[in-house]
């Protein structure tokens, strides 16, 4: 059906201000800055539990995405991705 992304909150704690944030892996104590996009997607993985790439996008843009909007947002999820902030998961 498709992919959803869910935080990682076993592992990684964030906190968000208005120009970023941190993400705090408690695994190895290592700490990222994000983005205040990515710290404003963390909040809505975080309060919706998990969530497809499309909806993510319309969800911070408040309307719905175009097709460069959304190679952003994959981009961004793809990343924290790596770091294992954000898993994929199939429905």
């Known amino acids: ?3 959803r992304y869910v935080l990682n909150t ?3 704690a964030y906190r968000r201000w208005a120009d970023g944030g941190v993400v705090h892996d408690v695994a190895d104590a290592s700490v990222y800055q994000i983005t205040p996009v990515a710290a404003e997607a963390l909040d809505c993985l975080s309060d919706a539990g998990a969530l497809p790439a499309h ?3 319309h969800r911070l843009l408040g309307e719905p995405p ?7 947002i994959d981009g961004m999820l793809q990343h924290l991705c790596d770091l294992g902030v954000v898993r994929r998961e199939s429905r």
Request: no cysteine.
């Open 10 to 12: 076993a592992r990684f």
């Open 1 to 3: 059906m498709g992919e």
């Open 66 to 72: 175009e097709d460069t909007d959304l190679v952003l």
């Open 55 to 57: 909806e993510l996008a």
